[in-house]
C-alpha cells in the first residue's frame, strides 16, 4: 500500500499543517475505502492508480479552502474525495486517448490490462464520485456536472484543435482553464462551500483556485523545456517529439518565420529524436520562453488579486506561497 500523502508546500503555520496533513490521512482511508466492489477485480483496477500514489494536490486544496469556515465540517472530507475520484477518472481516460504506457511510474491501468479496463474503471470512479455527491447535496451536484462538462470539453476542444481563425493561443489557455483549472476550481469552491464559508469567499477561493491551476500548467509546459532534471515529471522535450504545441512552442510559431527559420522548421512537425537537443537549444533562447513565462504570472497574479481579499489567515498565506512556488519552479 502506497504510503499517506506529504504535506509538502511552504506552510507558514504548524497548526495548519497540521490539520491538512490530519485531513489528507482522512482523505486517504474514504478514497480507498470508496471504491471497494464485491467483484475483486474491480476493486483491484480501481486502486490500481490510488496505489501508485500522488501528492492529493487537490485535495489539499479542499482542504486549505475549509479554513475559511469550519475547516472540520463533515462535509469536507467526502468533498475531498469526490474530487480526488473525479480527478483519478480522467487519468484512466487520459491514458487511454494518449496511449501511455507508464502513471506515476507503474504501467498505466490500459497498459496492465487493456483499454476497455481502463475506460470502465474511469467510468466506475465516476459513478462513486457521484454517490458521495448525493448525500453532499443537490448544490455540490450541480457544481460537479457543470466542472464535468468543463474535463469534457477541454479534451474535445483539444482533440479537435482550434478552428479556422480562431488565435491558437487563446484556444490553448482555453482548453488549460476547462482540463485543468476547472477542477482545481471546484477544489476551492468545495471546500469553502462545504465548511460554510461565505459567499463572497467562496467566490474568491474559486476564482483563486482556477487561476492557479492554469499557472501550473502553464509551469509544466515551461519545464518540458527549461528543466534539465525533468522536474515536469516527463522526460525532457516530451512534448516536442509528440508535435504537441504547448504555450512556448505557439509563441515561437508566431514569431516571424525569417527571424528564427530553424527552429520554426523544426517545430512545425513532431521533433524527430535526434533533433531534440537541438530544438531545446534554439526554444531556450528565443523570446517565446519569457513571453510563456510572463503569462504564468499573469496568471498567478490574478489569483493573488483574489487571495489578497480573502480573510488574513493562515490558509491565505499558505495559497499566497503556493502562488509563488508555481512561478518559483520555472525560474
Same mark, same amino acid.
Given at each position: ?141 450541480? !457544481? ?24 491558437? !493561443? ?162
Amino acid at each position: 500500500m502506497a504510503a499517506p500523502p506529504v504535506v509538502d508546500l511552504p506552510f507558514v503555520d504548524e497548526r495548519l499543517t497540521a490539520e491538512v496533513t490530519a485531513g489528507l490521512a482522512s482523505v486517504e482511508k474514504l478514497l480507498r475505502s470508496s471504491v471497494e466492489s464485491e467483484d475483486a477485480f474491480l476493486t483491484e483496477a480501481s486502486r490500481h492508480l490510488i496505489e501508485a500514489g500522488g501528492k492529493r494536490f487537490r485535495a489539499m486544496l479542499v482542504l486549505l479552502a475549509a479554513q475559511f469556515g469550519t475547516y472540520d465540517a463533515p462535509g469536507v472530507v467526502p468533498g475531498a474525495v469526490v474530487i480526488e475520484l473525479t480527478h483519478l477518472a480522467t487519468l484512466y481516460h487520459d491514458d487511454v486517448m494518449d496511449e501511455a504506457r507508464v502513471r506515476r511510474g507503474s504501467p498505466s491501468a490500459n497498459a496492465r490490462w487493456d483499454n476497455t479496463v481502463a475506460i470502465l474503471t474511469g467510468d466506475y470512479l465516476f459513478a462513486q464520485a457521484s454517490e458521495i455527491l448525493a448525500d453532499l447535496g443537490a448544490d455540490l451536484i450541480r !457544481i460537479q456536472a457543470r466542472t464535468f462538462s468543463r474535463l469534457v470539453r477541454g479534451q474535445i476542444r483539444e482533440t479537435r484543435g482550434p478552428r479556422p481563425g480562431e488565435d491558437p !493561443i487563446e484556444h490553448y489557455i482555453g482548453v488549460l482553464a476547462d482540463k485543468t483549472g476547472s477542477l482545481i476550481a471546484t477544489s476551492g469552491r468545495f471546500g469553502a462551500m462545504l465548511a460554510g464559508a461565505p459567499a463572497d469567499v467562496v467566490d474568491r477561493v474559486t476564482s483563486a483556485c482556477e487561476a492557479i491551476g492554469v499557472a501550473w500548467q502553464l509551469g509544466d509546459d515551461l519545464l518540458d523545456v527549461a528543466s534539465p532534471s525533468g522536474e515536469s515529471g516527463k522526460t525532457q522535450g516530451t512534448d516536442l517529439r509528440e508535435g504537441i504545441r504547448t504555450l512556448p512552442v505557439l509563441y515561437a510559431l508566431a514569431a516571424p518565420r525569417e527571424e528564427h527559420p530553424r527552429l520554426h522548421e523544426l517545430l512545425s512537425a513532431p521533433v524527430p529524436e535526434e533533433d531534440i537537443p537541438e530544438a531545446l537549444d534554439l526554444l531556450r533562447a528565443h523570446p517565446a520562453m519569457d513571453q510563456a513565462r510572463a503569462e504564468l504570472t499573469r496568471w498567478t497574479d490574478r489569483a493573488r488579486a483574489d487571495l489578497s481579499a480573502l480573510p488574513d489567515i493562515p490558509a491565505r498565506s499558505a495559497f499566497l506561497a503556493l502562488c509563488d512556488y508555481v512561478v518559483a519552479r520555472t525560474a
